[in-house]
């Protein structure tokens, strides 16, 4: 248990914008990571290790992507009890994103809505994020850094961005995420479409295959893809998946549906929305995922884990592993031992 509970520090982090709230918090752990002041919210890591895509997982439960873009709390983030980190998404440019306010809550759904659009600082400072960081990944902890492409960049030359984005990060990853399913990128979705997905997979795994073999080093690559697919789209993918020797998938980004939310302060803000609403939609793409991928295939379940109950449901929809950010935001860092514990009894 950290030293500071998150029931005296979310009055003061809710009182604020939510992007304020959420640059002034990962400032302060970017600050004192890896310095005595940790023990505010460091926690003991649950021990459940767990073999998926190769790679040996200290425990089920990690952190999405998109909470630490720019890889600036890789340490400080990993203290929190997590066995698996992944930060971006990350651009080959860097890029301000979407005008602001771009990022609301709705506390009475246990929600969130962005439309951030992959605001980063570039590959170049990433990648020295990344490098400075050191004691998640000594202690045994696993690093995912997820790529997209740059909003200036055409839809039909994204696999440009990508490829950069696969060579600069490969060096430095545990494992690669190609991400084809935010909603705040134009166009950025239709990746996920039968032809554009083979297309940039087919050039994406051909390269990594290239770097494997130049570096004697395996690093799986997977794919996250949004809950807003209907059973043919989602058997679409995992066929090309399959067919392209994918490592494994993620499911899913946030969702642009909002009859979960209707009628509610901010619900009709552009962007995508997470947490509690997206659960059952992010449970039903993965029971679809499972049944076309077979039991053996790497899925990773992400939205609306709000609890250790929630994160066993993911696992009994056909998940292997879980990572939550939302439910970060409402319930603090004492989400993630509690989903820990609930899944090592699984």
């Given at each position: 248990m950290s030293l500071l509970?998150?029931?005296?520090?979310?009055?003061?982090?809710?009182?604020?914008?939510?992007?304020?709230?959420?640059?002034?918090?990962?400032?302060?752990?970017?600050?004192?990571?890896?310095?005595?002041?940790?023990?505010?919210?460091?926690?003991?890591?649950?021990?459940?290790?767990?073999?998926?895509?190769?790679?040996?997982?200290?425990?089920?439960?990690?952190?999405?992507?998109?909470?630490?873009?720019?890889?600036?709390?890789?340490?400080?983030?990993?203290?929190?009890?997590?066995?698996?980190?992944?930060?971006?998404?990350?651009?080959?440019?860097?890029?301000?994103?979407?005008d602001k306010p771009r990022m609301f809550r709705l506390p009475e759904a246990s929600a969130l809505i962005n439309r951030l659009g992959f605001n980063n600082e570039g590959l170049e400072s990433f990648i020295a994020n990344v490098k400075r960081s050191h004691s998640f990944r000594a202690a045994g902890g696993l690093l995912g850094l997820n790529i997209g492409k740059n909003a200036i960049t055409p839809i039909e030359n994204a696999v440009d961005d990508y490829l950069i984005g696969l060579e600069g990060v490969f060096p430095h990853a545990d494992y690669i995420t190609v991400n084809i399913s935010s909603p705040n990128t134009k166009n950025l979705r239709a990746l996920q479409s039968d032809e554009a997905l083979d297309a940039l997979l087919s050039r994406l795994q051909t390269r990594k295959l290239q770097l494997e073999?130049?570096?004697?080093?395996?690093?799986?690559?997977?794919?996250?893809?949004?809950?807003?697919?209907?059973?043919?789209?989602?058997?679409?993918?995992?066929?090309?998946?399959?067919?392209?020797?994918?490592?494994?998938?993620?499911?899913?980004?946030?969702?642009?549906?909002?009859?979960?939310?209707?009628?509610l302060p901010h619900a009709d803000q552009a962007g995508g929305l997470s947490g509690k609403p997206v659960f059952e939609a992010s449970n039903r793409v993965i029971r679809?995922?499972?049944?076309?991928?077979?039991?053996?295939?790497?899925?990773?379940?992400?939205?609306?884990?709000?609890?250790?109950?929630?994160?066993?449901?993911?696992?009994?929809?056909?998940?292997?592993?879980?990572?939550?950010?939302?439910?970060?935001?409402?319930?603090?860092?004492?989400?993630?031992?509690?989903?820990?514990?609930?899944?090592?009894?699984v």
């Open positions: 509970p998150y029931s005296l520090t979310r009055p003061f982090l809710f009182g604020l914008d939510p992007e304020h709230a959420h640059e002034l918090t990962l400032g302060t752990i970017a600050r004192l990571q890896n310095t005595p002041a940790q023990c505010l919210w460091a926690q003991a890591r649950i021990a459940d290790p767990v073999n998926v895509a190769g790679l040996k997982f200290p425990n089920r439960i990690g952190l999405a992507a998109g909470l630490d873009k720019n890889g600036r709390c890789i340490d400080g983030l990993g203290a929190m009890g997590f066995g698996f980190i992944e930060v971006g998404t990350v651009t080959p440019k860097g890029q301000p994103g979407n073999q130049q570096s004697a080093r395996k690093v799986p690559m997977f794919v996250k893809i949004a809950p807003d697919l209907d059973e043919a789209q989602v058997g679409v993918i995992a066929q090309t998946l399959l067919k392209n020797g994918i490592d494994g998938v993620i499911a899913t980004n946030t969702t642009i549906s909002r009859e979960a939310v209707q009628g679809l995922l499972r049944a076309a991928l077979g039991p053996k295939y790497p899925i990773i379940g992400v939205g609306g884990v709000m609890s250790g109950a929630d994160a066993r449901a993911k696992l009994q929809a056909g998940a292997d592993l879980v990572q939550v950010y939302t439910g970060l935001i409402y319930r603090g860092s004492a989400l993630v031992p509690e989903c820990a514990r609930a899944l090592a009894k």
